[in-house]
Nanobody, 121 residues
Framework: QVLLEESGGGSVQAGGSLRLSCVMSPTYNKYYVAWFRQAPGKEREGVAIMNADGTTRYADPVKGRFIISEDYAKYTTYLDMNSLKPEDTGMYYC????????????????WGQGTQVTVSL
């Protein structure tokens, strides 16, 4: 059983920055960890993924603005969000999966409860 807990959400003006954190319960295994977001009335979409080998991928809308990173010793994955836009507003979730995963939410079996990000003009 893997537990995930997000933090760091909040309200910010457009152009601002936030850092989200996702703490995983201690594990010897190396998981794929991804960040997803969901706006009201929209489907959950992938934002960024940290593959088990340390490589990263980003969704096109956030490339060049968001950075996913990890501190493996702290079992924590971060999402640094810069140059935020109102369209970045939504509930942000982190998810983990031991096996191969893409930025498809169906690939992930472990989810946190989410943290809200609101970006205003």
């Amino acid at each position: 059983q893997v537990l995930l807990e997000e933090s760091g959400g909040g309200s910010v003006q457009a152009g601002g920055s936030l850092r989200l954190s996702c703490v995983m319960s201690p594990t010897y295994n190396k998981y794929y960890v991804a960040w997803f977001r969901q706006a009201p009335g929209k489907e959950r979409e992938g934002v960024a993924i940290m593959n088990a080998d340390g490589t990263t991928r980003y969704a096109d809308p956030v490339k060049g603005r968001f950075i996913i990173s990890e501190d493996y010793a702290k079992y924590t994955t971060y999402l640094d969000m810069n140059s935020l836009k109102p369209e970045d507003t939504g509930m942000y979730y982190c998810a983990a999966e031991l096996n191969r995963a893409s930025m498809n939410p169906d690939d992930f079996g472990y989810w946190g409860q989410g943290t809200q990000v609101t970006v205003s003009l």
